[in-house]
């Protein structure tokens, strides 16, 4: 038997130099991907060490859930949409240098690195990257405030309909003589985030044990379903605190939250999830990409992706480049006027203290003063809309301790004033109006309603030259 013979020396060599060569070229696109990644990471580190809130149940529980959802079809790998859309957001993210714009760039930068390394993926782990930014916790605290304040009115009403008397005003709901508020946690992350995130596990687990993929879309639906049913379980969870007189220090207060979540959200979605699946969910494409990139060219994009998001992260960075622009000083007698960081306006007297914030832009986050007092120690009750000069405003009463104050806050482009989120955005986007966050705070309600009409009055006349 000659060493050409199949069953021969040669070709057994020949078997163990083609392993080894694909060995090789597999260590060669590994070690490339690692490569990426650790770029990724150090833009994280470098750019985002501080925007990303890392210990939050959000981000953790985003992280537990990526690989849970993540399917991929190893036949396609060369695809080069999260290419195309991660430029798309740079050129964004330059234009408008913003946190999140640059948050943004890197998971569809991981997104386009995951679809060459394991194969074309699916949705679901873009969605969990996005619902782990911080931008979702904030969205939550703040655009739902009216929500808050709507579920205080709709309890009242549920209560007094079956003849239990309660009163609500603002976030705070009077019930036989003890007040409970509607606070942001009753919607904050801890609730909608996590409840979102659930949901998307539960699909993940079910398209992998169906084998079956559910439609973009449908995902979406099934994420704008859990937020109504996250309203639905911040209902009955206050029912049932003011029902059973569960104030904050008792430890059934909390356990009250997590009940409704498990039994209003969680349970449904063990239901509907797998329905959904089942329903219409569609076995995953397996032929491969008709025409696949060149893999030198692959490689190209990727350096080239990764240099643009660098120099995205460069400029984000910049001193300055996520501060908005100082609001003209006013000229307001009796106040002393001091220049702060992020050029904030702090106006002072004996009477009240002012905080004019520049918001600078309508895709930027604010210095909202539910989060900036409470930054401080104090705590928010009674939020409430009070007509005042014609505008509608927000006030509260801050409280910290034996420590009570009064406080009053709006949105001001000098022309017109606001309260909503929506509103001053689409104003910002619309006509270039930068708008000022004005926040009066004073000892007593009295001066508070004096010094806020001062204001209002002021911003009205002035026009935008001044604020």
């Known amino acids: 038997m000659g060493p050409d013979h199949p069953g021969g020396i040669n ?33 994280t580190r470098y750019a985002l060490r501080e925007y990303i809130l890392w210990d939050s149940p959000g981000f953790l529980l985003g992280l537990a859930a990526i690989p849970l959802v993540l399917t991929a079809n190893p036949q396609q790998k060369r695809s080069l949409r999260f290419y195309y859309a991660a430029l798309a957001c740079c050129v964004l993210a330059w234009l408008l240098p913003a946190k999140t714009l640059l948050y943004g760039c890197v998971a569809l930068g991981l997104c386009f690195l995951a679809d060459n390394v394991f194969g074309r993926i699916n949705a679901l782990p873009l969605l969990a990257l996005g619902l782990m930014a911080p931008v979702c916790d904030y969205i939550t605290r703040i655009f739902t405030f009216p ?18 008397p309660a009163v609500a005003e603002g976030n705070v709901m009077m019930y036989n003589g003890a007040s409970f508020s509607v606070e942001a946690a009753c919607m904050g992350l801890g609730m909608m985030v996590t409840s979102m995130l659930c949901g998307l596990m539960l699909l993940g687990i079910y398209q992998k044990k ?31 605190l003011v029902v059973l007189h569960l104030l904050p220090d008792d430890p059934m207060h909390e356990a009250t939250g997590i009940l409704c979540l498990v039994a209003y959200v969680l349970l449904p979605l063990l239901w509907f999830c797998p329905w959904l699946v089942k329903r219409f969910g569609k076995p995953p494409q397996t032929k491969p990409a008709r025409r696949e990139t060149d893999r030198f060219m692959l490689m190209l994009s990727h350096l080239c992706l990764a240099g643009c998001i660098l120099l995205v992260a460069y400029k984000t960075t910049l001193p300055g480049a996520a501060t908005p622009a100082a609001a003209g000083l006013p000229s ?6 001091h220049t702060l960081p992020n050029n904030v306006t702090k106006a002072e007297n004996d009477t009240a203290l002012v905080y004019l914030k520049p918001v600078g832009g309508f895709y930027r986050t604010d210095h909202h003063p539910t989060i900036c007092w409470q930054g ?31 406080t009053a806050w709006w949105y001001d482009n000098g022309k017109a004033q606001t309260i909503s989120q929506w509103e001053w955005r689409w104003n910002a986007l619309r006509y270039g109006n930068d708008y000022t966050l004005v926040n009066v705070t004073a000892a007593t309600p ?4 004096v010094e806020t009409l001062r204001w209002l009055a002021k911003n009205k006349m002035s026009g935008r030259g001044e604020m």
Do not use: D
Not at 21 to 32: D, F, G, S, T
Not at 212 to 237: D, E, H, P, T, Y
Not at 446 to 449: S, V
């Open 332 to 337: 307001m007698p009796g106040y002393a006027l």
């Open 147 to 164: 929500i808050r304040l709507q579920l205080t009115q709709w309890a009242a009403g549920m209560l007094n309909a079956l003849g239990l």
């Open 446 to 449: 009295a001066a508070l309603h």
């Open 376 to 406: 401080s120690g104090f705590a928010f009750k009674q939020v409430k809309e009070e007509q005042a000069g014609g505008s509608t405003i927000y006030t509260a009463i801050l409280q910290k301790g034996g420590e009570r104050l009064y």
């Open 11 to 43: 070709p057994l060599i020949r078997k163990i130099q083609t392993g080894m060569e694909q060995v090789k070229r597999l260590n060669i696109r590994m070690a490339a991907a690692l490569l990426m990644l650790g770029v990724y990471l150090f833009i």
């Open 210 to 240: 169906y084998g079956l993929q559910v439609s973009f879309a449908k995902v979406c639906g099934l994420l704008a379903g859990i937020f109504v049913l996250n309203v639905i379980s911040n209902l009955f969870r206050i029912l049932l």
